[in-house]
C-alpha cells in the first residue's frame, strides 16, 4: 500500500504546488486581496472604529489612519481581549493566545484567532509541497518525524488558553501524522525541558527517523545526546534514513559545519520563517540560502528602511515598492487582529520576482558600542566565514560590549561554545576581524581609524548557554540565546560557565 500512500501525497501536494505558482507569479494582487479582506473583517472591530477602517480605501488611507504599532500600543487591546471581551481586534474571541519567548522583553500575549489558525496550519504545508516538487522525493514523509517543539497542553486563563505557538499546533496535527511524530503526546507534555529530551532521545533510538525539525542549537544539543547514548560517531549511523532538517529561528551558517559534523552524510534543509504572529517565509529550492515569502496567506506586509527605525514618522512601503538590498524593519497585519504590527524582525530582499528575502536581524538585536552598528546578518556571516577557514565547529555564540577607558579599549566580547577549542584563539580573534570587516564599512572604518580593537574570544564549557537559561528560566525550546547585545547582562551572567583562563590568553596586542 505504500504506493498508494506516495501517489495520495504527490497529488495533494501537487495541488499546493499549483496554488504556490499562482501566487508566485501574482504576488502583488495576493497581498491586495489580504488587504482587502483584512479591512473587511476589521471594521466590525473596536480598533477598526476608531481607526475608521470604513474611510480606508487604499494603502495610503491605511498609513494615514493607522499608526505603527508595537506590543505596548496594542497592550490596551490584549488586556481587554484577556478580560473577556469580544471584538477588539478580529471579530469575535481568539481561539487562543500565543506567549512569545521574551527573548528581547517580557512575556507578551498574541491572539490567534480561528482565521489566523487555519491559515497558519495551512501554510505550514507550503515548503513540503515544493520540496517534493523539486526532488520527486515523498520518502521523509514515510517515516518518523522528530520535531522539537512547546508542550502541547496549554494554561488557561480565566476566558483563554493559552501557550507557545507549537503547542497550539500541536493541538490541532491531524491524527495521521500524530503517529509518526516523536516525541510521544506523553513526553511532549513534560515541562522540564531537560527531562523531556532525555526521554525524547530514549524514544528516538531504534525508530526509522527520516526527518529532525526545530531551532538548529537544540537539534545540535539533540544529536549530541542521541550520540553519547548509543556511543556512535555519527548520526548517521542511527537513522541511515534521515534525509531532511527542518529549522529555523535563528540564521543557520553559523551551525553549519557542526550540524554537517554530526549527521556525518549529505541532507536536505528546510528553513522557515514564521513566528507567534505567522508564517511569512520559507525555502523552496535546495542550495539556495534565501527564502520565499507567501504573499497570500493571514499577512499584509509593511517595511520600514531600518535607517528610519525609530523615527517620529518613517516612511513605511508595502511589498510593490520595496528595494533590493535595503534593509527593513517589518510590519505586518493579520487575521489575528494585529495591526501594522512590528514583529521585531529585520529583513533584506534578494529578488522581485518573485519575492525572495533574508532575515537580517532583530530590530533590537545589534550591537554598536563605537558606531559600528553591527546586526545579526553580518556577524552570522563573518563567524560562519571564520569557522569554515578555521575549520571550527560552534554549538551556540553571543556577542557583547567591551568597553575600557584605555587605548585600543573598545572591543566586542564573543561568547563562544565551541565543540572543540580552535589552535590558537588569538589567529581566531584576526580571522573573525577580518571577516566582520570584509561584510561592514561601518566596521572596517572603525578599525582602521584604531577605535575597534580585536575581539575578545571567551570560550564557554559546554552547555554553558543552556545552564545559563536555566538559570534566568528561560530553558524552553523556543528561548533563543540573544546574538547581540548593547548591554553586558548576559556576558557577565555567563562568566561561571568560562572556561579558566580564558580571559587572560587574549590579544593584549592591537592591529
Not at 520540496?131 to 514515510?142: A, G
Not at 542521541?226 to 553559523?254: D, M, R, S, W
Not at 561584510?439 to 577605535?451: A, K
Request: hydrophobic share 35%; glycine share 6%; aromatic share 10%.
Amino acid at each position: 500500500m505504500g504506493w498508494l500512500k506516495n501517489f495520495v501525497l504527490k497529488t495533494y501536494f501537487q495541488m499546493i504546488q499549483r496554488k504556490i505558482n499562482h501566487w508566485q507569479k501574482n504576488p502583488l494582487s495576493s497581498q491586495r486581496a489580504v488587504f482587502n479582506k483584512l479591512l473587511h473583517k476589521g471594521m466590525m472591530t473596536s480598533f477598526g472604529k476608531e481607526h475608521r477602517f470604513n474611510q480606508i480605501k487604499s494603502y495610503e488611507d491605511f498609513k494615514a489612519n493607522v499608526p505603527l504599532h508595537s506590543y505596548d500600543r496594542l497592550l490596551k487591546y490584549i488586556e481587554r481581549i484577556r478580560a473577556g471581551e469580544k471584538d477588539v481586534l478580529w471579530p469575535g474571541r481568539p481561539l487562543y493566545l500565543a506567549t512569545t519567548s521574551g527573548t528581547t522583553s517580557g512575556e507578551k500575549y498574541i491572539p490567534v484567532t480561528k482565521d489566523s489558525l487555519k491559515k497558519g496550519m495551512a501554510s505550514t504545508v507550503l515548503c513540503s509541497a515544493s520540496y517534493i516538487t523539486e526532488t520527486d522525493n515523498t520518502d521523509p514523509l514515510n517515516r518518523k518525524m522528530v520535531i522539537l517543539s512547546a508542550n502541547p497542553e496549554l494554561k488557561e486563563d480565566k476566558y483563554l488558553k493559552y501557550g507557545k505557538i507549537t503547542g497550539i499546533f500541536n493541538n490541532h496535527i491531524p491524527n495521521f501524522l500524530k503517529t509518526q511524530r516523536i516525541p510521544s503526546i506523553k513526553t511532549n507534555m513534560i515541562w522540564d525541558w531537560e527531562a523531556k529530551m532525555t526521554q525524547t532521545v530514549k524514544e528516538s533510538i531504534g525508530q526509522d527517523v527520516g526527518m529532525v525539525g526545530g531551532f538548529p542549537a537544540w537539534i545540535i544539543r539533540y544529536f549530541e545526546r542521541i550520540l553519547e547514548e548509543t556511543g556512535k560517531k555519527t548520526i548517521a549511523e542511527v537513522f541511515p534514513n534521515l534525509q531532511v532538517i527542518t529549522h529555523g529561528g535563528v540564521a543557520y551558517p553559523p551551525y553549519k559545519k557542526r550540524m554537517e559534523s554530526l549527521i556525518g552524510k549529505s541532507f536536505h534543509r528546510l528553513e522557515v520563517f514564521s513566528a507567534s504572529e505567522g508564517f511569512m517565509a520559507y525555502q523552496d529550492k535546495q542550495g539556495r540560502d534565501d527564502l520565499l515569502l507567501v504573499p497570500d496567506g493571514e499577512i499584509f506586509y509593511e517595511f520600514v528602511p531600518l535607517e528610519d527605525y525609530g523615527k517620529e514618522n518613517p516612511r513605511r512601503f508595502q511589498l510593490s515598492e520595496v528595494e533590493i538590498g535595503i534593509n527593513y524593519a517589518l510590519y505586518i497585519s493579520t487575521m489575528g487582529g494585529l495591526w501594522a504590527y512590528e514583529i521585531g524582525d529585520t529583513v533584506t530582499f534578494t529578488e522581485t520576482k518573485p519575492y525572495r528575502l533574508k532575515v537580517s536581524g532583530r530590530t533590537k538585536h545589534f550591537i554598536s558600542n563605537s558606531g559600528e552598528h553591527l546586526i545579526s546578518e553580518q556577524v552570522e556571516m563573518a563567524l560562519g566565514k571564520t569557522c569554515d577557514k578555521l575549520n571550527v565547529e560552534v554549538r551556540d555564540f553571543s556577542v557583547a560590549p567591551s568597553i575600557k577607558d584605555e587605548a585600543g579599549g573598545n572591543r566586542h566580547e564573543w561568547l563562544i561554545e565551541f565543540k572543540d577549542l580552535p589552535k590558537d584563539l588569538s589567529t581566531f580573534s584576526a580571522e573573525l576581524s577580518l571577516a566582520l570587516r570584509e561584510v561592514s564599512d561601518n566596521y572596517n572604518l572603525l578599525v582602521e581609524s584604531e577605535v575597534l580593537n580585536l575581539p575578545i574570544i571567551t570560550p564557554l564549557k559546554k552547555g554553558a548557554f543552556v545552564e545559563y537559561m536555566k538559570s534566568i528560566n528561560k530553558m524552553t525550546h523556543q528561548n533563543k540565546v540573544p546574538r547581540l547585545m548593547n548591554n553586558r547582562e548576559l556576558a557577565n551572567g555567563i562568566q561561571p560557565w568560562a572556561l579558566d583562563g580564558s580571559k587572560e590568553s587574549v590579544y593584549e596586542g592591537h592591529y
